[in-house]
């Protein structure tokens, strides 16, 4: 969701853009033809102060506004800085209270917002991935025949992740090939969906890289998807989405960011639920314990919300 900010320093500024990230998350913007540099830490921004230092930056662009960023701006004094606004008291309003002061404005124009005063504008052309060739994949390798329909199946946190019984009933009722994608952490979940639902149903979650995963998401006709990374990649190639949200709502501004060019966008959410959102980020288990924001989501509706967009079956 940075991308947009990202190119619009490179393209419209002609800057050399450095990125400053954890080394678990760098490969996501490793391919980026915007970025000059990427650099890594572990856990310290100590880790590459120094290094830093020397860079001479003429700007510093935060959009994450938290203690690692903070060290960096004190640690490159003099330099100007651009912070994004986190809007911490109204989400803490609408998850305590369900009191919504929030403003309707998607996170990635509030990350314009912040870098603005630089003399960048919004250019209408949504967010980017960038795949490198040697993560590229064909899906025949995977036994995988166009057109598929991607099924994201993870998510950071368990309240924003469907229970297995509710992937596997969507799964069942949509009679076209599907791929699961995830993590690692998903592989074991992924088997038994697939053992579960139909041969129609090819498990790659812990058999691919992520950028790999990418490939075989933009390559779907339609993409189901919690509210995770590869949601917004699935936005940046402009695809169907059909989004499930659970604990969060997209009143947070993380919803797919999309273009006026970009294809069908819809969202399945279990209103009037007065424990909802709990967090703004999401936890291990239902606070409450019967984690109705996910049990209650109708799989019948989500598979024929596939058929409508894709006209598969």
Known sequence: MTTPVIR???QQLNAEVHLLSKRSFSGVLSANPYIKKIWSIDKKVSEVLPDLKKQKFTAIVDLHVNLRTWKVRF????VPFYRFNKLNWQKWLLTKFKINRLPNIHIVDRYLAAAKP????????GLDHFISQKDEVN??????KSPYVALVTGAAHATKRLPVEKLIEICEKIPHQIVLLGGPNEKEQGEIIAKAAGKHVINVCGHTRLQQSASLLKQASCVV??????MHIAAAFQLPIISIWGNTVPEFGMSP???????????????NLNCRPCSKIGYNECPKGHFNCMQQQNAAAVAKCVQQITGLF
């Open 75 to 78: 640690g490159l004094l003099g």
């Open 8 to 10: 619009a320093l490179h």
């Open 139 to 144: 899906p025949n390798d995977f036994s995988l």
């Open 118 to 125: 630089l003399g960048i504008k919004n250019d209408g052309q």
């Open 257 to 271: 960011y999309l273009t006026q060019t970009t294809k069908e966008h819809t969202v399945f959410e279990v209103k």
């Open 225 to 230: 998807t919690h509210d995770t990374g590869l």
